[in-house]
Nanobody, 119 residues
Framework: QVQLVESGGGLVQVGGSLKLSCRSS????????MGWYRQAPGKQRDLVAG???????NYADSVKGRFVISRDNAKNTLFLQMNSLKPEDAAAYYC?????????????WGQGTQVTVAS
């Protein structure tokens, strides 16, 4: 069973930085896409950043220039470096991975890690 485990969330001041990690129980090279989503209370879960197997990345407009998604295949870990944090960045952050199989895509989610931004 594939598992994703996030870590690195916490409380940070406005303008501060945090680095989230997502450790996979399997080689992350098998995933066609990995990414980070976030969900604030009462809001839908939105994509923050994604990285494709070929290395291309995409970001939500609200985090461009402040967040960087990366991965370390040797450590089977996905990262999200978050800089210049704003109050609106506060949310539960979820790691996501998609595995393309003959039966169709399989989506895997982590349990989430909370990010709180204090003004």
């Amino acid at each position: 069973q594939v598992q994703l485990v996030e870590s690195g969330g916490g409380l940070v001041q406005v303008g501060g930085s945090l680095k989230l990690s997502c450790r996979s129980s399997v080689r992350i090279s098998v995933f066609s896409v990995m990414g980070w989503y976030r969900q604030a209370p009462g809001k839908q879960r939105d994509l923050v950043a994604g990285i494709h197997s070929g290395g291309s990345t995409n970001y939500a407009d609200s985090v461009k220039g402040r967040f960087v998604i990366s991965r370390d295949n040797a450590k089977n870990t996905l990262f999200l470096q978050m800089n210049s944090l704003k109050p609106e960045d506060a949310a539960a952050y979820y790691c996501y991975a998609r595995l393309d199989t003959l039966e169709g895509p399989v989506e895997v989610w982590g349990q989430g890690t909370q990010v709180t931004v204090a003004s």
